[in-house]
């Protein structure tokens, strides 16, 4: 049962948890920083034999880059209380994760927030829904223009060139003026810890988390239909695997995966960022529902998030299980 003591979300919240756990159990154990323009740092955790990770066949990578999709932290840092110290974060049992038989075969990183900068500008730790209707929302995450309306969507802007009324949390500054989109910028924080990971411990997975104002969804790799049949298969293997999940949880997911954006500029976007880099590591984008349904206006409560964020990551977690 979710409390909300199991919540945490903003940068001060969660990342003092990683700091103990990485002191109380080194053997098992590594932190990773990297700071951030203006004083922020993202932080991760790797859990796992560092020394021997060529030795775990499973090796995943689980990130979260948007500063206004909170859900997918919360859930992540509350895995980890369970994979460390056998209890959730309100200190409750764990009774569902596989904790000694999963560390003993995989080496699992998890990056629960890669622009803390954008996160601590969040007026709220969980958008619900009371309080914001879809576009206020959407103007807190993408910013407010200079005439009021939402702010545009960019990897890369700056600051001179739109003046805007008031920046968005999703956005990362990396120099005075000059903002990026994490997941879009090669020059973002998120960028740059992938790469320094992928290159000590050569992921096969990445989950990629986030949220958006629909049914939960899993969606494909920009470079989806340029793999090869068998990865293809994996990769839509993977997707089932969190769509029956949720469905089993009680929520009502997209009944097939798909290639977001596609046909448009921000596909692309997508494929530039991840041309040529960690090749091997299949990759999947989950989907939990954040704010108000678009098409009913419901609120998504609390509980809902963080049971389906943390749906998709144990389901994925779980391939670690698989012989």
């Known amino acids: 049962m979710f409390t909300s003591l199991c919540w945490v979300s903003h940068p001060h919240e969660w990342q003092p948890l990683f700091r103990r756990w990485a002191a109380a159990y080194p053997e098992r154990t590594t932190l990773h920083r990297w700071e951030q323009y203006g004083g922020s740092a993202v932080v991760g955790l790797t859990l ?7 030795e775990a066949a499973f090796r995943l990578l689980v990130t979260v880059p948007h500063g206004h999709e909170p859900a997918p932290t919360a859930a992540i840092v509350d895995v980890a209380a369970q994979l460390l110290t056998r209890t959730h974060l309100d200190g409750r049992p764990s009774t ?127 470079n989806y239909e340029d793999s090869g049949a068998a990865v293809q298969a994996e990769i839509d293997g993977w997707a089932r695997i969190l769509i029956d999940a949720w469905a089993a949880a009680g929520a009502e997911p997209r009944p097939e995966p798909a290639v977001p954006y596609r046909g448009q500029p921000r596909h692309e976007f997508f494929r530039d960022f991840w041309a040529g880099r960690c090749p091997g590591m299949k990759r999947l984008v989950s989907e939990v529902r954040n704010n108000r349904h678009v098409r009913t206006g419901a609120h998504t409560p609390m509980q809902h998030q963080f049971t389906m964020a943390q749906t998709a990551l144990s389901a994925t977690l779980g391939l670690g299980l698989v012989d």
């Open 96 to 222: 569902t994760v596989p904790r000694d038989l999963l560390l003993s075969r995989s080496l699992i990183t998890f990056l629960p927030d890669t622009n803390s900068q954008g996160r601590s500008r969040s007026p709220e730790r969980c958008w619900d829904g009371h309080g914001y209707d879809n576009d206020a929302f959407l103007k807190w995450a993408f910013g407010v223009a200079g005439d009021g309306s939402r702010f545009g969507r960019y990897p890369e802007w700056r600051h001179a060139d739109h003046d805007p009324e008031r920046v968005g949390i999703v956005y990362e500054e990396i120099e005075r003026g000059l903002y990026v989109e994490p997941n879009t910028s090669r020059r973002s924080t998120h960028s740059m810890a992938i790469d320094e990971l992928f290159e000590r411990y050569r992921y096969t997975h990445m989950l990629d988390m986030h949220q958006h104002e629909g049914d939960e969804a899993a969606l494909l790799p920009s």
């Open 48 to 54: 796992g034999s560092a020394a021997r990770w060529e």
